[in-house]
Nanobody, 116 residues
Framework: QVQLVESGGGLVQAGGSLRLSCVVSGSAFVPNTMGWHRQAPGKQRELVAR???????TYADSVKGRFTISKDNAKNTLYLQLNSLKPDDTAMYYC??????????WGQGTRVTVSS
């Protein structure tokens, strides 16, 4: 069974940094697309960043220049480097993987809280 497990969230002051990780287990196949989404209280879940199997990346306008998505296929791990954090970045961050072999999977989320 394919599972995604996120880690790395926490409480940080505005201007600080965090690095989120998402480990994919249960599959020998690299996902076609992986991404990070976030959901703030009272708001809809939104795409933060996405990376394809060919390492093409897409970012939400609100995080461009501050966040960086990357992956290590050998470790089956997706990363999100969050720099220059703002209080508006406070949310639950979810990892998502899409595969033509096993469909779509979501992680359980990791919470990021940015204090002003």
């Amino acid at each position: 069974q394919v599972q995604l497990v996120e880690s790395g969230g926490g409480l940080v002051q505005a201007g600080g940094s965090l690095r989120l990780s998402c480990v994919v287990s249960g599959s020998a196949f690299v996902p076609n697309t992986m991404g990070w989404h976030r959901q703030a209280p009272g708001k809809q879940r939104e795409l933060v960043a996405r990376i394809t199997s060919g390492s093409n990346t897409t970012y939400a306008d609100s995080v461009k220049g501050r966040f960086t998505i990357s992956k290590d296929n050998a470790k089956n791990t997706l990363y999100l480097q969050l720099n220059s954090l703002k209080p508006d970045d406070t949310a639950m961050y979810y990892c998502k993987a899409d595969s033509l072999i096993w469909g779509t999977r979501w992680g359980q989320g990791t919470r990021v809280t940015v204090s002003s």
